[in-house]
């Protein structure tokens, strides 16, 4: 029964850290923009997530190497210290569409005050809540909290959408015509916003930190974690898509701001709607903007062999000042870039595609030890992960090399 | 699992792993590894390298000027002797503390420059070419290969482990990442053995000729 709960909390936690600002903004985009056609994406990208999620998690608990640990020693101090340069420039931004999406959500409620008075509290109240939190109810509040997004998935099928165009949109084709160019930097959106970095740093840290052991029936958490959580999470995005095919498609309208996203819901069930859109809009943003920043700040440490960690025996320790020092550092510099007044949409925009650019550097290495008999035993990948495995890394380095042109050909996607 | 055995590729099982000092702290990486010996004349593993001092070797030029402006210059020096364990991760006998590892002054502090005589580091081969003495260039080298005498895997890891070769050539870059299994040690592209090597200087491993050997 108790590793019954620790697989639902496990893939509630999942579900959480896979629903961020990224999905909101490319889903209701791709939806708004291209009907259905673009949901052929979404299996892509989480059966790419889940296949990487699963592997780094198993390297976890069968080696107690995190996912920089293992770059680190796969790549070499040169190479390694290029993905690691590459990673934080991206937790930076990712940070701070997160932050800002916080302040972007705080402002619908509150539309009198500032956006830069709602992006301090909004930040401050994360680093609060962090501070005082322990690692698993940072998890866990956020993870359900994240839940109330539940709405669109309801919404989605209170809509009546036309269930054979929405099957078809999962097959895959090909685009041609004038829309070309923006079709497939949505593809890549939708795609990559599933696969960020930060979320395998995350977990795999999460899982040496909580002491994941093979012994403890940890390897099948794992699986079910990265199997159910991260499909959850893929159906949110299809809810995303579906809800903006219905309801902005037809009138050509761009949510190109967080709260057409949420009308959404409001355009379902009014105001309980449009609350429970915005409360899990805040959770699941305010959840992605503490991923992100202790992605950052595990994998410095990680990189540099340092202390790290959350957990009861780090805190009691005070063995980890720079791991702190890092979260909290990469916090102001996110909310530097935000009180510039740069655009959170738009800051979600790239470092979503940017982060497509370092995700081959991530995985490579994860794959080469998950299928290293020497390091993982009898718990190497099988033929299917490996198949996955590289067939991912070959789509995502094919993907990483037409991302950044796409973002600038279609400028950011607005043609 | 991860146990080292008696032919041991120094790149891949031991540099860039995590240190944890007696106490299970994380208390940095294997940033480089010191050799104590000379080209072709016996060489041992005599210390493990830790700290910004050291990074520099690791990275190609401009990347290692900006380093070397930006980064302390000075590294930590871990006798070959203080490690008890090699597995995921190094063991060390002491805490980070006693080795002195959270401080620059010391018997274990080395300063960036040269190594010291008699002395050379692990990036240092890793950087280079080899290249035959009468010019052939037979490509870079990716590994170096130690042995050491116990069977043992977790065991007496801080006996003496004498290098052996060095490894090259494209089998020897999936080595080094982990593609492929390390080998036997076998003469030709793959591995050059210690015994062959005249000379280490400016990125250039000078090893004889095949014929001469």
Redesign the interface.
């Known amino acids: 029964m108790k590793k019954v709960l620790q697989i639902a909390l496990g893939v509630v936690a999942a579900l959480g850290g896979f629903v961020d600002i990224g999905e909101l903004v490319f889903n209701s985009q791709a939806g708004a923009e291209f009907g259905y056609q673009l949901l052929w994406t979404v299996p892509i990208g989480v059966v790419g997530i889940a296949t990487y999620a699963e592997m780094c998690g198993r390297v976890a608990t069968i080696t107690k190497r995190p996912v920089f640990d293992v770059v680190r020693q796969r790549l070499g101090f040169g190479p390694g210290l290029v993905t690691l340069i590459a990673s934080e420039a991206i937790n930076i931004l990712t940070v701070a569409a997160e932050v800002g999406g916080i302040a972007l959500i705080l402002q619908l409620y509150f539309a009198d005050i500032p956006f830069r008075v709602l992006l301090l509290i909004g930040a401050a109240a994360i680093v609060f809540l962090v501070w005082i939190l322990p690692y698993d109810g940072i998890e866990r509040i956020f993870g359900y909290g994240g839940l109330c997004l539940a709405v669109y998935i309801v919404a989605a099928v209170h809509l009546h959408p036309d269930w054979g165009d929405v099957a078809s949109g999962f097959i895959p084709h090909w685009q041609t015509g004038e829309n070309t160019l923006i079709y497939w930097y949505f593809a890549v959106g939708v795609i990559a916003s599933a696969m960020v970095p930060y979320e395998v740093y995350f977990y795999s840290s999460g899982a040496v930190e909580e002491g994941w052991d093979e012994s403890e029936g940890d390897l099948a958490v794992n699986r079910m974690n990265a199997l159910f959580g991260f499909a959850l999470g893929g159906v949110f995005s299809v809810a995303l898509i579906v809800v903006a095919a219905i309801l902005f498609h037809p009138l050509q309208i761009s949510p190109e701001f967080l709260g057409t996203t949420a009308l959404g819901a409001q355009i379902t069930f009014g105001e309980t709607g449009l609350l429970l859109a915005f409360l899990g809009m805040m959770f699941a943003v305010g959840g992605a903007a503490i991923e992100g920043s202790f992605a950052g700040a595990y994998a410095f440490a990680q990189f540099l062999g340092w202390e790290w960690g959350k957990s009861k025996k780090a805190r009691k320790t005070k063995k980890a000042p720079a791991f702190t020092s890092a979260w909290m550092f990469l916090f102001v510099l996110a909310f530097i870039i935000d009180f510039t007044g740069a655009n959170p949409v738009l800051i979600t925009e790239y470092s979503v595609v940017l982060a497509v650019v370092a995700l081959p550097l991530t995985y490579l290495p994860v794959l080469l030890i998950a299928r290293d008999e020497r390091y993982m035993g009898e718990h190497v990948n099988g033929r299917l992960a490996d198949t996955l495995g590289v067939f991912y890394l070959v789509l995502l380095t094919v993907v990483s090399l037409v991302a950044l042109p796409l973002l600038f050909a279609t400028n950011h996607g607005s043609g | 699992?991860?146990a080292v055995g008696t032919q041991v590729n120094l790149?891949l099982r031991l540099?860039?792993?995590?240190?944890l000092d007696s106490d299970e702290?994380?208390?940095?990486?294997v940033?480089d590894i010191q050799l104590k010996g000379s080209p072709g004349s016996r060489t041992e593993v005599s210390a493990l390298l830790?700290g910004p001092g050291s990074?520099t070797g690791?990275?190609?030029k401009p990347?290692a000027y900006l380093v070397e402006g930006l980064a302390p210059d000075y590294m930590h020096l871990i006798p070959w002797s203080e490690v008890t364990r090699i597995g995921?991760?190094v063991r060390l006998s002491h805490t980070a503390k006693e080795l002195g590892l959270e401080t620059n002054e010391g018997r274990n502090v080395q300063w960036v420059g040269s190594p010291p005589r008699g002395t050379m580091r692990v990036s240092e081969l890793l950087r280079s070419r080899l290249v035959t003495s009468s010019g052939t260039e037979l490509g870079r080298v990716w590994d170096v290969r130690a042995e050491r005498q116990t069977e043992l895997p977790d065991e007496h890891v801080n006996e003496a482990w004498r290098v052996t070769g060095l490894i090259t050539g494209r089998r020897g870059w999936e080595e080094?990442?982990?593609?492929s299994?390390e080998g036997d040690p076998a003469q030709g592209e793959l591995f050059m053995p210690w015994d062959s090597v005249l000379e280490l200087a400016d990125g250039i491993v000078r090893v004889t000729d095949p014929g001469a050997r």
């Open positions: 699992m991860s790149g540099l860039d792993d995590q240190l702290h994380r208390c940095g990486r940033d830790v990074w690791r990275l190609r990347a995921t991760s080094r990442i982990g593609l299994s």
